[in-house]
């Protein structure tokens, strides 16, 4: 089979047509056995798509999973994996069919895809997550590790200080011989958790194409990449509206897109012309009430490559990496505060803690002067990036003496 195509086709019968070990990722995406015909229409109303998940028997239901994952695992390489989606109503039974085609032991996560919903839902809990199976095909999967920016709750010894145990299992901070406190090694954030917090598409979502069911790419995207590099092979045997073959052509990957259904092959080829990608403003801002940090002290962090810290007033951020071996701290200079203030807010929470620099950004412009910085041989002074151009401005206008 030619790969970055859509086919049309039974998902069975389009498998066995792909060679056995040559595919790296399979997003499985099969109707969630709810017994109803889904239906949406466009937002322009042009166009109504609609899709059957009605079924004689769980058995009926079950046959097909199995009998699809068996030709995925067949075509999987060694370092392949499996990502199956469901939901609540049959995910119990998926779960036993997964251990039973490719084993218990190849059982890697339980991811838990949580969105806001709002709605007057009936009695009892309204639903607002998703199951997503990780099943590798052996213990040679490939796996690239992300990392996540430490929780608002973390403090700063949580951060900096190495643990050790004592004799009866307690977790407490190292100290020296002198009862200095010991800092850690190098820390690149939080590992990427099984809990996922990605919107759910809205109905004025640019991305919405009015198919029933539709994920959002930004989904796909965070599974593609964790799995797989660029120019792998991703397939995806339910591919409705072609969301996985959108992600994946997005990040350089090839696909194959299978689909029982003409109405959806020829949408998705339609969304692989337009490659329309909604960017979620609730994603990259985040859910935890926690945060502090304003959008632009997050830009600036982001931009020397520094995680940011929160509820600390001496300290905004540590660079990921080490200088001779140890943390960096970052402190970002308010709006209402002199480099002085900033400097002895910084130098008060880095008290007992020994740093070989320390970094403050200065953002506003101020007169030269008796200036803490300047007889602190361990705190380097950086201007950012607004500052820098300011000034490059006002020089620009002042008229040369000739």
């Known amino acids: 089979m030619e790969v970055n195509r859509i086919y049309k086709g039974n998902c069975i019968n389009k498998l066995t047509e792909l060679e056995s070990n040559s595919v790296d990722l399979v997003y499985f995406d099969p109707p969630f056995f709810t017994q109803k015909k889904h239906s949406l229409v466009t937002r322009d109303e042009s166009k109504k798509y609609e ?43 998926i ?13 890697q996560s339980e991811i838990i895809w ?17 199951n997503i199976y990780f099943y590798s095909k ?23 200080q190495d643990r050790k145990k004592t004799a009866k299992g307690k977790s407490i901070y190292k100290t020296d011989e002198d009862g200095n406190i010991v ?5 690149k954030g939080v590992p990427l958790s099984d809990t996922w917090e990605i919107p759910y ?5 640019k991305e919405r194409v009015g198919y029933p069911t539709q994920k959002p790419v930004l989904l796909l995207k965070e599974i593609i990449k964790i799995v797989t590099d660029k120019g792998d092979l991703v397939v995806d045997p339910f591919c409705g509206s072609g969301t996985t073959c959108v992600a994946a052509k997005s990040m350089d990957r090839n696909f194959i897109g299978i689909d029982a259904s003409q109405d959806a092959v020829e949408l998705a080829n339609r969304r692989l012309e337009e490659m329309i990608i909604t960017d979620s403003a609730l994603l990259n801002k985040g859910y935890n009430s926690y945060l502090e940090k304003s959008e632009y002290e997050m830009a600036i962090l982001k931009s ?16 990921r990496k080490h200088f001779n071996e140890k943390p960096v701290p970052v402190k970002i200079q308010g709006k209402r505060e002199t480099l002085n203030d900033a400097i002895e807010k910084l130098e008060k929470s880095c008290q007992g803690k020994e740093f070989e620099l320390k970094i403050v950004i200065q953002t506003r412009k ?37």
């Open 183 to 187: 800092l850690g090694k190098e820390k």
């Open 51 to 93: 899709f059957s998940d009605s079924w004689d028997s769980l058995n009926d239901y079950l046959d097909l999973i199995e009998a699809c994952l068996i030709e995925c695992k067949r075509v999987l390489k060694e370092t392949g994996s499996v990502f199956l989606h469901c939901d609540k109503v049959a995910s119990h039974y």
């Open 201 to 205: 598409l809205n109905p004025k979502a």
């Open 95 to 107: 779960r036993v069919t997964l251990d039973k085609v490719f084993g218990m032991k190849n059982f």
């Open 138 to 160: 052996s213990k040679h999967f490939k796996f690239n590790q992300y990392y996540t920016n430490y929780a608002a709750t973390t403090n700063i010894d949580q951060i900096l």
């Open 114 to 130: 949580s969105y806001k919903r709002w709605s007057n839902s009936k009695k009892g809990l309204l639903n607002s997550h998703q």
């Open 366 to 402: 101020e007169s030269r002067g008796n200036r803490l910085f300047e007889l602190e041989s361990d705190i380097e002074i950086i201007q950012s990036q607004e500052l820098i151009i300011e000034e490059l401005k006002e020089k620009s206008t002042v008229p040369n003496n000739v």
């Open 304 to 319: 020397i490559d520094a995680l940011p810290v929160q509820r600390n007033s001496g300290i905004d951020g540590f660079l």
